[in-house]
């Protein structure tokens, strides 16, 4: 069974304007790291952000910030004020338990339109 | 400048050649991951590496070998070339039993076999 999915393959938003990923995941492990990264046509990958599974609070990095709703096991990004330099693969990631190794979804490739 | 710096940035061979990919980290980091980047995006790990000890050995055909010499390096020679190995290699690091210690990925290698 997919650990992590991300089931938008593509998005689209106007430039300045909000845009959420979705990432759903699936563990038996009460303790795990959900993590997203940013990979651009240049081909890096960004870590972006990370929720912890025991964190009260979603997480915050400037202009993203993770929907965490731990029932759901949902654990969406969201973009704020979307800007052309945000148009990029993004991937939802997560660790479980005291493992090191990161478990990935399919990505989204978003494009921000001016 | 801390980071993973792997090389080569692009590797082109034929079917049947030997070839290596090194990647080395300086981040202080004593966990290093190689991880395969198919044509359709999705990223899946292959090894991992604890301290010089393989931690990780995924289904990866025989003819990949990983090497570390130390915590800081770590190398991945693939045997006996195939066409089906073409793909983007990512080597990262990170610190173990941290769970909201993200990977730090090196830029990739692009290996096309032809």
């Known amino acids: 069974a997919q650990k992590i999915t991300q089931t938008q393959p593509g998005m689209f938003v106007q430039e300045k304007e909000a845009v959420t990923l979705d990432c759903t995941y699936d563990?038996?492990?009460?303790?795990?790291?959900l993590f997203w990264y940013k990979q651009p046509s240049s081909g890096e990958m960004i870590f972006l952000i990370y929720q912890g599974s025991y964190d009260q609070q979603n997480a915050t990095e400037g202009r993203y910030s993770l929907n965490f709703q731990k029932a759901r096991k949902s654990a969406n990004l969201v973009i704020s004020a979307s800007q052309l330099g945000d148009s990029a693969m993004y991937f939802c990631a997560m660790r479980e338990g005291a493992g090191s190794r990161l478990t990935f979804g399919e990505g989204t490739q978003l494009t921000v339109n001016p | 400048d801390t980071a993973v710096s792997q090389t080569p940035k692009y590797l082109v061979t034929q079917m049947g050649n030997d070839k290596s990919i090194k990647c080395e980290q300086n981040l202080g980091h004593d966990t290093m991951y190689w991880y395969k980047q198919d044509s359709k995006k999705f990223l899946k790990i292959m090894f991992s590496?604890?301290?010089?000890?393989?931690?990780i050995n995924e289904t990866v055909p025989n003819r990949f070998s990983p090497k570390s010499p130390d915590k800081a390096h770590l190398n991945l020679h693939i045997n006996s070339l195939e066409l089906g190995d073409s793909a983007v290699y990512f080597c990262a690091s990170s610190l173990r039993g941290s769970y909201n210690s993200p990977l730090h990925f090196g830029n990739g290698t692009r290996l096309t076999v032809t």
């Open positions: 590496y604890n301290n010089k000890e393989l931690i």
């Open positions: 563990t038996s492990d009460p303790s795990y790291g």
